[in-house]
């Protein structure tokens, strides 16, 4: 989905950036440092009341410290900014993301509730394409392939289906007790009769 995409290579950019801050503070107090050492701080005088470089400090160090200590914090000024957008767009996404998962949770939802059976399954061969594909006796079908309630009319439609879709798997939706199960069955000749080694009748309107 372009969503998730999005989604991860925004994230993948905040992550970036965190680990740029995180470089940027440790540099930081590595400066910070330096200043201590020296007893200043960002603003002290580093000359004497005469007008010259104090004995105990080392001015040039300081100055280039200070230097490096304005340009880094201005950098990391603009680097939270740039995260905090950065999260915001992460937000947004993940909103995004989550209202299309719940669009997605509805439909399928709606899809399946319009879904009704139309065949029960009362005999799967050992061996066959319908075993290893899953199908078991007292099965609801309520998809093969194409076919579904509406446009079912006899099992004719069914044996033609599987007769086109030879060695090609064919996605089914079976209802098992309360559950919806998705299976991919591939008829194919076997040691049995047919291509898919099952049996099927049509249901009556009163059991479904």
């Known amino acids: ?62 100055r280039r410290t200070r230097h490096d200590i304005i340009c880094l914090t201005n950098d990391h000024k603009a680097l939270m900014t740039k995260i905090e957008e950065g999260l915001h767009k992460v937000h947004a996404l993940t909103k995004a993301n989550d209202v299309q998962q719940a669009i997605n949770d509805v439909t399928n939802s709606q899809e399946t509730e319009m879904l009704e059976p139309f065949l029960r399954v009362n005999l799967v061969s050992p061996g066959s394409p319908a075993e290893n594909a899953g199908l078991q006796v007292e099965d609801f079908i309520l998809e093969f392939g194409s076919i579904r309630y509406r446009n079912f009319k006899t099992l004719t439609d069914i044996k033609r289906l599987a007769e086109n879709s030879r060695y090609k798997a064919i996605n089914m939706k079976i209802k098992r007790k309360s559950e919806i199960i998705v299976l991919s069955l591939t008829p194919r000749p076997w040691a049995g009769e047919g291509l898919l080694g099952c049996n099927v009748i049509p249901l009556e309107a009163v059991e479904r």
């Open 1 to 62: 989905m372009v969503i998730d995409m999005e989604l991860q290579e925004a994230k993948d950019a905040v992550f970036e950036l965190m680990k740029k801050k995180d470089e940027i503070e440790s540099n930081l107090r590595a400066l910070k440092e330096i200043l201590d050492n020296n007893h200043v701080g960002m603003s002290e005088s580093l000359v004497d009341s005469e007008g010259y470089p104090k004995q105990d400090i080392d001015v040039y160090q300081v």
